[in-house]
């Protein structure tokens, strides 16, 4: 059994406000062994469960968050960028038998600790096939094509209740409840660890690899703060502007989809001024 961890940062144990996700701060760099705290937990849980084999792949920012010397011996550790499938790189080689997301949260528009989509705050909603979209559901779609349930996710409580939309039978793990967008209520390391291990280890019984699901066509809308980044996401091909701050594209795929999605985001991000946005 292999099982393959996508870890993001904001869903972590204590995380609650940007520097503690922005690389180069001190809150950071504290912050980093809370994050490594909760994969570990999950690799442990893991093959307490029966695994045989653990990839994590590094899913936030740089990509190089974790701290590999605090992690699992057993467990491998995909770091750095870039990455065909960004966040979910690796389930597309057929030797994936479940993913789980760890630290995930709500997307753009949402409620929900450091809630956003892809960008940290240039994005304002993001849409597939007219359903609100987080990145939890935009890589679950891309994770279902290739057969792989998800089977575990951690975040705040908002996360959690976002991730039975898009994976019911998933285990989910609340490791702090949303007060606001830069505040939560937070449980300990410690707890939040047996937490993740007793529910990792629960969810390995859920590994079990499907039909691969053909869901497209994929109609895929993202909504930006500003006039501006519409006009530059079109520079995209297939994309288009449908409304003044609105661009929409439409995938066969949602592998197509997801990549096009990298390609937007990207193209806006450049265009992103730093006083005015």
């Known amino acids: 059994m292999k099982i393959l961890i996508s870890a993001d940062m904001e869903g972590a144990t204590g995380v609650t406000w940007p520097a503690d996700v922005l690389p180069g701060t001190s809150q950071w760099e504290r912050c980093r062994s809370m994050f490594t705290s909760d994969v570990n937990a999950a690799v442990q849980g893991f093959f307490d469960g029966g695994a045989d084999e653990v990839l994590i792949n590094e899913a936030h920012w740089t990509m190089r968050n974790l701290l590999l010397e605090q992690l699992d011996e057993r467990a491998q550790m995909l770091t750095g960028r870039h990455k065909s499938l960004s966040m979910v790189e690796g389930v597309q080689h057929g030797d994936v038998d479940g993913i789980a997301f760890i630290g995930y949260h709500a997307g753009a528009g949402m409620e929900g600790v450091l809630a956003h989509t892809f960008l940290a705050n240039s994005i304002t909603g993001v849409w597939v096939n007219d359903v609100r979209a987080s990145e939890g ?117 949602m592998y197509d989809g997801i990549r096009t999605f990298k390609a937007v985001t990207t193209i806006a991000s450049a265009a992103v001024e730093e006083q005015y946005g």
Not at 156 to 161: G, K, L, N, R, S
Not at 169 to 188: M, P
Request: proline share 5%.
């Open 137 to 253: 559901l935009l890589n679950a779609h891309v994770v279902a094509e290739y057969g792989v349930p998800v089977i575990l996710v951690t975040g705040d409580d908002v996360a959690c209740e976002d991730a039975l939309g898009y994976a019911p039978e998933a285990l989910k793990v609340a490791v702090k409840d949303h007060v606001s967008r830069y505040a939560a209520v937070c449980r300990t390391p410690a707890r939040t660890a047996a937490d993740i291990r007793a529910a990792a280890k629960e969810a390995a019984t859920l590994a079990v690899r499907r039909e691969p699901v053909d869901g497209g066509p994929f109609t895929v809308a993202v909504e930006f703060d500003a006039e501006h980044l519409a006009m530059a996401a079109t520079v995209v091909p297939g994309v288009t502007r449908t409304g003044e701050r609105k661009v929409a594209y439409t995938s066969g795929t």
